[in-house]
């Protein structure tokens, strides 16, 4: 039914509902559920207020009315006692219905959130009802539902939404069938959909509430881990696989002979993995994380080694020239024993050089291709591709890696890194068609950088303790924010910032990179740093993913209160690459919000990259991750929250996995409504009506 035929919609408020928040059916209505709920049995007084207080009932009666300002600044404010203080309420629109309808002589109840205001309380926009018609009313939880300024200036806020909710569920032809396979619902003890939707809107208890939610957010993530594991199952069952059947003697020659150091259990675990996928009959798609230092490259060598006993050839894609010549300076000396072929190719190597490397790849005898974008020219032919290996596969773009994947007629094994710290369940659901491999140990001896907090007052401090730094021979980033929407101001602040520490530092040679420069002006700076040409770097993010430079031992993260913790932790990864002790100082300004306060805690609280993440994720939702977005995955999670409700979100994976096992043909009568719901659902989330 379109929403339009609900008491108190129509046609204009139908338009402003489906351009507003999607919602076009009644089924889309009643999934539009409240982000909180008020206890209407809770009266506050006045007198009680405090600051940060969230919504709160009070119960008096109005005094005095006026309209105040002119034209946009025009505001209807009225006085509002219960005996124990006063409070101003304010109305910025609707001001002719609002002021006609208030009163003199009656007792009000009253739902906001209060704010100090020149001295004195001021809600804004409040709820506001006739007390003794609102005590008459069935329930003691009342919901609240997120609306938009332009949905508010046509009156129609959150009370509006849950009287034409309420409007909705009582239409008595209105039917929630559930589509969840009836053993599924019973063995996880979950409410019928019908009572969880109603509950939901119309609570009667707390109790009652936390079960319906429960139903619900079980609901999205076992519809969310359906799809992925049906798009996990279609793609392993689509490609027919290169078998890499024996570990032969290039792996087994350089783990013996001539690897440096042993590798962690993390790392033989994941090498694990990934030998068991190579030796199967399907394309490997799997997703390798592991933190800044963990040694995920090594890994890689030793994956491809484990081609290259199978006769095939391998390569690495880096997003950069300079993160590519880091893994050939690293790969190339630890294999030059094996007798093994390993080139680099980038858009520096041209002509006789670059010739040989193609006729080389072609033919066959090169064994491992590390290169940039130039490995996806079409020029670039394998004779045998057997893995390709993709650095912070986040940096390319989709049809970028089907380019490189289409480099052997049947399709090579695919590991694509990344050191950006995921938390494990949102890595599951992010990359439900990748497995996961995860590297949560870093290599011993390695030592953690010591993360301080220093206040723009400190800056003096600060400059004493890089001094002598710098008098000890450390070389330091100085690191500035670089954000889109502010780019000229920021790229000011650290030309700003560069000048200044140039007279600060005037003994000291400075280099300059940021990412208005062209890639080879930027790797030049790099390289100058790297080999001592300058003993401060002055940067903006672009070093985030970046060379090593083990003699960088100090960063300084300018307006840190600007990043995220996980780029926060990124960028702290650019140090302690080397045995010196290593310091980041995070520079913020005197005053900061408890968000912020927070989030610089955290990162002097600890190293761990995948407990950063959460935490970041905890303090700002999922976001984006890696570059994926949530409303990126294939199903819009309404209700569930991929960290917090992680406990739902295994059980509802292994449900999904159950359903799959017991109905690989997605034909059996007793799921027949749960396949159709999921073909429903679309990437927007908005869901089919609902009859």
């Given amino acids: 039914m379109d929403v339009k035929y609900i ?5 204009i408020r139908a338009e402003l509902l489906n351009k507003e928040l999607g919602i076009r059916t009644v089924g889309d209505l009643l999934y539009h559920f409240p982000y909180r709920y008020i206890d209407r049995t809770e009266i506050h007084s006045i007198a009680q207020l405090m600051e940060d207080m969230p919504y709160v009932q009070l119960k008096g009666q109005i005094f005095d009315i006026v309209t105040e300002g002119e034209g946009r600044k025009k505001r209807l404010r009225a006085s509002f006692s219960d005996g124990t ?54 329930g003691t939880l009342q919901a609240l539902y997120h609306t938009t300024d332009r949905m508010k200036k046509s009156a129609l806020g959150s009370k509006q939404l849950q009287d034409i909710i309420s409007s909705a569920l009582d239409i008595g032809n ?68 290169l078998k890499c059947e024996r570990i032969g003697d290039y792996f087994y020659s350089f783990f013996y002979n001539y690897l440096p150091f042993s590798l962690t259990d993390a790392q033989k675990r994941v090498i694990r993995e990934i030998r068991a996928d190579m030796r199967g009959p399907y394309q490997m798609n799997r997703l390798l994380q592991g933190d800044v230092g963990s040694g995920k490259t090594i890994v890689a060598l030793l994956t491809c080694l484990i081609a ?54 072609k033919g066959g005898t090169l064994n491992i ?87 723009e007052m400190d800056r003096q401090k600060l400059f004493e303790g890089i001094h002598y730094q710098l008098s000890m021979g450390v070389q330091v980033y100085f690191v500035y924010p670089l954000i889109a929407e502010s780019e000229k101001i920021d790229l000011k602040n650290l030309e700003e910032g560069y000048i200044n520490l140039q007279e600060v530092f005037s003994e000291y040679k400075i280099g300059k990179v940021h990412g208005k420069m062209l890639p080879a002006e930027k790797d030049e700076v790099m390289n100058d740093f790297k080999n001592g040409n300058y003993q401060i770097l002055v940067s903006t993010t672009v070093i985030e993913v970046g060379v090593n430079v083990p003699n960088a031992a100090v960063m300084v993260i300018e307006n840190a209160e600007r990043f995220g913790l996980s780029q926060l932790h990124q960028l702290r990864g650019r140090v302690g690459r080397g045995n010196l002790k290593s310091y980041c100082i995070l520079m913020t300004k005197d005053k900061l919000s408890e968000n912020t306060k927070r989030r610089i805690q955290v990162m002097t609280e600890t190293t761990d990259g995948f407990i950063i993440a ?29 960290i917090k409700d992680v406990n739902i979100m295994e059980k509802a994976r292994n449900a999904a996995k159950q359903i799959l096992q017991a109905d690989p043909q997605y034909n059996l009568s007793a799921n027949s409504m749960l396949w159709k719901r999921l073909n429903e659902i679309k990437k927007d989330a908005v869901f089919s009506d609902i009859s």
């Fill in 7 to 11: 008491k108190g919609v129509g046609p």
């Fill in 85 to 138: 203080g006063w409070i101003d309420l304010v109305w910025f629109n609707q001001i002719k219905s609002i002021e006609k309808g208030l009163k003199y002589d009656k007792n009000y109840l009253l739902l906001g959130k209060p704010v100090m205001w020149n001295g004195r309380f001021s809600i804004a926009h409040p709820d506001i009802e006739d007390a003794d018609k609102v005590n008459a009313k069935d």
């Fill in 174 to 241: 209105i039917s929630l069938e559930d589509f969840l396979p009836s053993q599924l619902v019973k063995q996880h003890e979950l409410m019928s959909l019908d009572l969880a939707i109603r509950t939901l809107h119309r609570p009667t208890s707390a109790a009652l509430l936390a079960k319906a939610t429960n139903r619900m957010k079980f609901e999205e993530l076992f519809l969310l881990q359906l799809q992925l594991l049906k798009t996990a199952n279609a793609n392993s069952k689509k490609n027919i696989g």
């Fill in 308 to 361: 290259i006993d199978n006769g095939y050839q391998t390569t690495i894609m880096a997003p950069t020239e300079i993160l590519a010549e880091q893994h050939y300076s690293l790969i190339s000396p630890l294999v030059k024993g094996l007798e093994i072929n390993v080139a680099l190719l980038t858009g520096n190597v041209k002509g006789a050089k670059r010739k040989e490397i193609l006729s080389q790849l």
């Fill in 369 to 455: 291709l590390i290169g940039t974008h130039a490995l996806i020219e079409p020029k670039v032919e394998f004779k045998n591709l057997g893995i390709a290996i993709i650095d912070e596969q986040h940096r390319f773009g989709v049809k970028q890696r089907a380019m490189l994947w289409s480099k052997n007629v049947c399709p090579p094994h695919i590991l694509v890194m990344t050191a950006t710290p995921i938390p494990r369940t949102l890595a599951m659901t992010v990359y439900g068609d990748l497995d996961v491999s995860i590297i949560d140990e870093l290599p011993p001896g390695r030592q953690p950088v010591t993360t301080l907090h220093y206040h």
């Fill in 614 to 642: 959460e935490e970041d994720m905890r303090l700002r939702g999922p976001g984006d991750i890696d570059g994926t977005q949530q409303s990126g995955l294939p199903i819009n999670l309404k209700i569930a929250h991929l």
